[in-house]
């Protein structure tokens, strides 16, 4: 990852993202840290949460279902799938069908994170 | 790659995940644990692990700066992991269930006198995970980690809703042509802002049945069952849609998943 490369802050509403978020805003609540310090711990955690889904995840993951709506809006895709059924298969044996009424499902472009500039977001592995 | 991970967090946190108590329960657990969730679910530990490991190392430097004491930094991620466990995405337990009991760790206090009644309220779905992934540590662990468990999904509630429902509703039913607004709006709750703030922008959903139709089922659920990912290709022929995704992280029926790469398949 080189320096100046920007990452999406969408994942810090997932369960990880917002246990920090949390736990960070009850340190400013107490005083204990500045928002400017915070700030730069969910920065880092773009950065480390990127880079760990990219190095050491493996898994592969298939999903069906309704497409309700979806929406292209920013080069951010939103769908919305009824029915979904996800078959998450695992590192070893077999794999795991996993099935909800209905799932959003929000996909940014891959690649950078095309922050300030417009067009960044454009990846080799397109 | 985790290896090393994991063994670097048995130093600093002896209670979320410890080389030895996993390799010797990850035998045991299926036997006692569910069999349904044990597989793909079963490396978000690890790899949350490394991401917090990854985080706190970082801005280790950042402290420094600010004149922090390590202390604050060590109880930055212990509410982190604290918070994270609440959640009950999936199996910390299991690793931590044995060395963890010794650690209540400050957040037990506090927060499970409010779940008392939270708890009884808990939908569905989440406290049956919880039944099924607590019985075997209560054994092995404090009272003070039930109302823990009680308690996480109170505390989860609120603040995981709310972002998620802002994100559907604000994108679509305040502006449905401007997207930035339905992307950015997250991002300032992330960064922590006040729960209070989002409920006041939820009422705008009534005005779109689509997504106050999102809202509710959030509400049902106290969990919106939603995929954060990058996508690689979007294709559609005719009602057909395929579409690739990368680097995932699902959350649905109040579990967490990973995915390197996932196909979708849809019918509109």
Redesign the interface.
């Known amino acids: 990852m080189s320096a100046g490369q920007s990452y999406y802050e969408f994942y810090r509403g997932s369960s990880i993202g917002t246990a920090l978020t949390d736990a960070l805003d009850e340190l400013i609540t107490q005083g204990d840290i500045p928002p400017q310090l915070a700030m730069r711990v969910l920065q880092q955690f773009d950065k480390s949460l990127t880079e760990c889904l990219q190095k050491g995840v493996k898994n592969k993951t298939t999903v069906k279902g309704h497409l309700a709506t979806y929406r292209l809006c920013d080069d951010v895709w939103t769908f919305v799938v009824k029915d979904p059924q996800f078959k998450m298969e695992g590192t070893g044996a077999g794999s795991e069908l996993v099935t909800a009424p209905k799932v959003k499902i929000v996909a940014c472009k891959s690649g950078d994170a095309p922050e300030g500039k417009k067009s960044g977001g454009k990846s080799a592995d397109f | 790659?985790?290896v090393d991970v994991q063994s670097a967090s048995s130093d600093s946190l002896p209670y979320f995940t410890s080389p030895s108590h996993s390799s010797l329960t990850l035998e045991l657990i299926p036997f006692v644990l569910c069999t349904?969730?044990c597989?793909?679910?079963?490396?978000v530990p690890?790899?949350?692990r490394?991401?917090?490991d990854?985080?706190i190392a970082?801005?280790k430097v950042?402290?420094e700066e600010?004149g922090?004491e390590e202390e604050?930094l060590m109880?930055?991620q212990a509410?982190?992991?604290?918070?994270?466990l609440?959640?009950k995405?999936a199996d910390f337990a299991r690793a931590p269930g044995s060395s963890e009991s010794p650690e209540p760790e400050g957040e037990g206090g506090s927060p499970s006198q409010a779940d008392a009644t939270g708890a009884v309220s808990s939908p569905a779905g989440p406290s049956v995970s919880q039944g099924l992934a607590l019985p075997p540590l209560t054994g092995l662990a404090l009272p003070g980690r039930a109302t823990a468990n009680g308690d996480d999904v109170r505390?989860?509630a609120e603040?995981?809703e709310d972002?998620?429902r802002i994100?559907?509703g604000a994108?679509?039913e305040r502006k449905p042509?401007?997207?930035?607004d339905?992307?950015r709006r997250?991002?300032p709750?992330?960064?922590?802002l006040l729960p209070g703030d989002e409920v006041i922008d939820s009422d705008l959903d009534d005005s779109d049945d689509?997504l106050r139709d999102?809202a509710e089922?959030g509400d049902d659920d106290a969990d919106?069952?939603?995929?954060?990912?990058?996508?690689?290709k979007?294709q559609r022929v005719k009602n057909k849609?395929k579409?690739v995704?990368?680097?995932?992280?699902?959350?649905?029926?109040g579990?967490?998943?990973?995915?390197?790469?996932?196909?979708?398949?849809?019918?509109?």
């Open positions: 790659m985790y349904w969730r597989r793909s679910n079963k490396i690890q790899t949350y490394s991401i917090i990854d985080v970082s801005v950042d402290f600010y922090m604050v109880n930055l509410k982190w992991e604290a918070r994270l609440e959640t995405v505390v989860k603040p995981g972002p998620m994100r559907g994108s679509g042509y401007i997207p930035t339905g992307e997250p991002e709750n992330a960064a922590g689509e999102d089922g919106v069952d939603i995929v954060f990912c990058v996508y690689d979007v849609w579409t995704f990368k680097d995932g992280m699902i959350h649905i029926n579990r967490d998943y990973l995915f390197s790469k996932c196909n979708g398949e849809f019918e509109w």
